[in-house]
């Protein structure tokens, strides 16, 4: 069936980078979803990468994709203390179907 | 900006009580969702629905109900709100035809049941 894994928590100092990784067991996704989640609020789409691609980049945001393993990784450049939020994982098979969520990974920034 | 609402925000509410989670999307969407999320981050999909007078149950077993008489309008009733329906309530919405067929979520509704 589907699922989205990622580890839950993630701590990083200010300045550094942030990576935070997800793996997904449908080889068909043809979406891929980065979301934030900060708190009190509602989840927010952060980025996406269609299957077709291997990475994006957006300003400080990179996506990784390796279809061959399934993975999909969000690395944050100069993570800033703003960054502090879940970011959940989420992947979709086709315009029509669910979106199917990760567990999400809280990223914590110290000084 | 989104243009999901979600009221009201925070509700604290005695047991037994019925109560009405409201959701509305500005935006012609026509498939919405509700999620629960628990404290330890999880989102668990309650109900869906692809259209007015469409409704269906998600993945998480839920007391709750839903109705969709309009397009923009999806809310989420509790009969007899108990403490184990204390969690936060988000609510989406997406659009099948453009691209990259995301869900926008409203701010949430946070529930406690006393």
């Known amino acids: 069936g589907e699922d989205v894994e990622q580890s839950l928590f993630l701590s990083v100092r200010e300045g550094d980078s942030s990576v935070i990784n997800c793996t997904y067991t449908?080889?068909?996704?043809?979406?891929l979803y980065w979301y934030k989640q900060e708190p009190g609020a509602g989840l927010q789409l952060l980025t996406y990468?269609?299957?077709?691609?291997d990475m994006k980049q957006d300003q400080r945001l990179t996506v990784l994709l390796n279809k061959k393993d399934k993975h999909l990784s969000l690395r944050i450049a100069d993570t800033q203390t703003g960054d502090s939020a879940i970011y959940f994982c989420?992947?979709?098979?086709?315009?029509?179907?669910?979106?199917?969520f990760g567990s999400g990974t809280r990223l914590s920034i110290r000084p | 900006e989104a243009d999901i609402y979600q009221t009201p925000r925070y509700l604290v509410i005695g047991t037994g009580k019925k109560i009405t989670l409201e959701c509305s999307q500005t935006?012609?969407?026509?498939?919405m969702y509700w999620y629960q999320q628990d404290p330890g981050m999880e989102l668990h999909l309650i109900h869906y629905?692809?259209?007015?007078?469409?409704?269906e149950k998600g993945d998480l077993s839920s007391e709750s109900t839903v109705s969709r008489i309009r397009t923009e309008h999806f809310p989420l009733t509790l009969e007899s709100a108990r403490p184990s329906h204390t969690s936060q309530y988000l609510c989406?919405?997406?659009?099948?035809?453009?691209?990259?067929?995301?869900?926008?979520f409203g701010s949430g509704t946070r529930l406690t049941v006393v």
């Open positions: 629905s692809y259209g007015v007078n469409s409704t």
């Open positions: 989420a992947e979709r098979y086709s315009s029509a179907s669910k979106i199917i």
């Open positions: 989406a919405s997406s659009e099948d035809s453009v691209s990259p067929y995301g869900y926008t």
């Open positions: 990468i269609f299957s077709n691609m």
């Open positions: 449908d080889s068909s996704s043809t979406y």
């Open positions: 935006m012609g969407h026509d498939k």
